[in-house]
């Protein structure tokens, strides 16, 4: 075909119908694709958006709940606090409260609203109201004031007011008042006072016994160191009057001129020592309840063992510790008189000799201990002992009678008898008096 043929067909209007028909055909098969994929694409884009609105609209309803969750925790804490809570205008009408303010004043929260807060204070504490108004409204900080305040019975109580300033309009602020209960804490006042009140009246009072137990004291210290000096007084005296008698007892007459009246005047006179011993004992220390042993049988063992000088070499050891009352230490006074006397007479013979036998000089030892809370009062030698078959507690002899009876008598003691190198003996009497 040649060339001016080709350049013929393409002119030729049925050629180009049926190239323009399959052009269309292919561009209609494409538009129809495309316009496929934009509508999938489209209803896509929609359902996302559907989910999407689905979504904030259930985070909206979750956020309206608990926005509603919360005004109710609000509305009942607000309306049942402990405390009642107002909201005051600029001029001190009551806008707002709640329902523990309501009650608090003791009236219908609907006959409070739209009420002047001043017909509530108590006439008394008016001006003060006034006053603190004014302050809280020229003031930012929050501000405290005590009233009474009347209830809609006209009954009263006492109120603590807690009011600050809000800014909730340019030019129209309000004030916020927390209204407290005083009357439980103004009534333990009120009884604190009064307790203190008491305690200053019992301290008043016992100021005044106190100073008069102190004048009785002074009367009383009078009135002792005056029975002491008369007991001191009678003490010397009653000293005195023994050792004139043990004076008049070395007077040539007062007893027979023999070996027995010579040794009974001996008796009769360590006895009367050893019983104004006591009494100077007392007169010197001044202590007239109680008698030092160490220093009373010292000196009476003493007394007794420079009567019988002529004893030879007999040693004396005391050791007595402790104090008894008068009665006791007089009654022990004259059990050991007998017994040290009893000693000397009889426990060391001139035929005996104490280093061969017992090893040691001759002695004759006191002791007075505190053993379990008892007092053990010994009394011992070293000497020949006692003879064969010989009971002292039996013993008719007057010394030791009186040694018996002083001892289960006068001293309610326990008395022991001890013969091991020589002769002990031992009585236990209680720490304190007992009562007779």
Request: proline share 3%.
């Amino acid at each position: 075909m040649t060339t001016g043929s080709k350049r013929q067909k393409k002119n030729d209007p049925d050629v180009l119908r049926r190239e323009a028909e399959k052009k269309l055909a292919v561009l209609k098969e494409r538009t129809a694709a495309a316009e496929e994929r934009s509508r999938e694409q489209i209803i896509h884009e929609l359902q996302v958006h559907q989910i999407e609105l689905e979504m904030q609209n259930e985070a909206l309803r979750e956020a309206h709940l608990a926005l509603e969750t919360s005004w109710e925790k609000y509305i009942d804490l607000y309306e049942f606090a402990p405390v009642g809570y107002l909201t005051l205008s600029r001029t001190a009408v009551i806008e707002e409260g709640n329902l523990t303010g309501a009650a608090l004043l003791g009236v219908d929260r609907r006959d409070l609203i739209k009420s002047r807060f001043r017909k509530f204070i108590a006439p008394e504490d008016r001006e003060r109201w006034d006053r603190y108004f004014i302050a809280v409204l020229r003031s930012a900080e929050k501000r405290t004031c005590d009233l009474a305040l009347l209830k809609g019975d006209s009954s009263r109580f006492q109120a603590r007011l807690e009011g600050i300033r809000i800014e909730r309009e340019p030019k129209d602020p309000v004030v916020r008042i927390a209204i407290s209960d005083l009357t439980r804490e103004k009534r333990a006042e009120e009884e604190l006072i009064r307790r203190n009140d008491d305690v200053r009246k019992a301290n008043e009072d016992l100021t005044a016994v106190t100073e008069e137990l102190r004048q009785n004291e002074v009367r009383l210290t009078a009135s002792l160191e005056e029975k002491e000096a008369l007991l001191a007084e009678i003490h010397h005296r009653v000293k005195n009057n023994l050792t004139a008698f043990i004076s008049l007892l070395s007077l040539d007459g007062s007893c027979e001129d023999t070996e027995e009246g010579r040794k009974l005047r001996k008796d009769l006179q360590n006895r009367a020592r050893s019983m104004a011993l006591i009494h100077e004992t007392l007169y010197r220390t001044r202590n007239f309840s109680k008698v030092d042993m160490e220093v009373y049988l010292t000196t009476l063992v003493g007394q007794i063992a420079d009567s019988y000088a002529g004893s030879g070499e007999i040693r004396t050891i005391v050791d007595a510790r402790g104090a008894l009352d008068l009665a006791r230490a007089s009654t022990a006074g004259l059990i050991v008189n007998e017994l040290i006397t009893n000693s000397f007479k009889y426990a060391f013979p001139p035929a005996f000799n104490c280093l061969a036998v017992r090893g040691e000089p001759c002695t004759i030892r006191v002791t007075l201990t505190l053993q379990d809370g008892v007092y053990v009062l010994s009394v011992a030698d070293n000497g020949q002992g006692l003879p064969v078959g010989f009971d002292p507690l039996a013993s008719k002899s007057l010394g030791l009678k009186l040694v018996n009876f002083l001892a289960r008598y006068q001293l309610r003691a326990e008395t022991c008898l001890i013969e091991d190198k020589g002769t002990e003996f031992m009585f236990r009497l209680n720490k304190t008096e007992d009562p007779i």
